[in-house]
């Protein structure tokens, strides 16, 4: 599974964008990630200023962030599908840049004796939400000083990507991308990554392209 440390150098990122909010949809497991779930990652970069919100659908996994962020109150879990719960994040953030981590998709998929994935039959807005999450938060929210970061951008398009396409696409992924370009093309300039299963990294349109490489992992 991917994480956000694998497509952003958190530390520079955070600090010279003065991010003071993390939102992400999908926590996914922490007990079993060896250390790396982004949560907790963005959790230890130590920033006593940092509001940090994410949200999760599936009662486990939001019962196992909420006992183990219990002593810190910097962390704030959210139970429910993203495009219930994001509004009202939204409405909790201030004026202060955000990071955005879209990374909800598929809960309680699993795998069979052949390692193949399989899919419960959500709903797209429940199975898929990126579209919908994003067309949330372009209409609620200025985000022109905010940064966006998109995993598995696989599940729409097919690409050079490290770990390969997406097996399910045709039965379970999306069409296209076409959304993202439509709702941050004037504000944000939107760098692609193959590694993993692919990112979007989406920073304010008046980001020095050159300085890019200081937080793309994988373009220094
Ligand atoms: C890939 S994991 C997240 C990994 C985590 N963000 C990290 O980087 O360490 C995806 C998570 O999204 C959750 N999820 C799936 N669909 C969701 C939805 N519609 N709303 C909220 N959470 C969802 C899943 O239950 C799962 O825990």
Do not use: W
């Not at 372009?138 to 598995?152: A, H, M, N, P, T």
Request: glycine share 6%.
């Amino acid at each position: 599974m991917a994480k956000l440390q694998q497509a952003i150098h958190l530390n520079p990122v955070f600090e010279d964008f003065g991010i003071k909010q993390y939102v992400e949809t999908g926590t996914g497991g922490i007990l079993d990630s060896h250390g790396e779930n982004s949560l907790l990652q963005v959790s230890q970069l130590d920033d006593p200023d940092l509001k940090m919100h994410s949200i999760e659908i599936l009662q486990r996994i939001y019962d196992e962030a909420v006992k183990y962020f219990d002593n810190n109150s910097n962390v704030i879990m959210h139970h429910g599908n993203s495009h219930e719960e994001l509004p009202k994040v939204i409405e909790e953030l201030n004026e202060d840049p955000a990071l955005f981590f879209f990374d909800a998709h598929f809960p309680d998929s699993y795998r069979d004796n052949m390692n193949r994935e399989i899919i419960n039959d959500d709903p797209d807005y429940i199975k898929i939400p990126l579209e919908g999450e994003l067309r949330i938060l372009s209409e609620k929210r200025d985000i022109s000083r905010d940064i966006i970061v998109i995993d598995d951008i696989r599940i729409y398009r097919d690409g050079p990507y490290e770990n390969g396409n997406f097996e399910n696409k045709k039965e379970h992924g999306g069409e296209n991308l076409d959304f993202v370009e439509e709702l941050l093309d004037e504000s944000h300039v939107i760098v692609e990554s193959y590694l993993q299963e692919g990112y979007l990294i989406c920073f304010p349109i008046d980001t020095d392209v050159e300085e890019l490489r200081k937080y793309v992992v994988g373009a220094e």
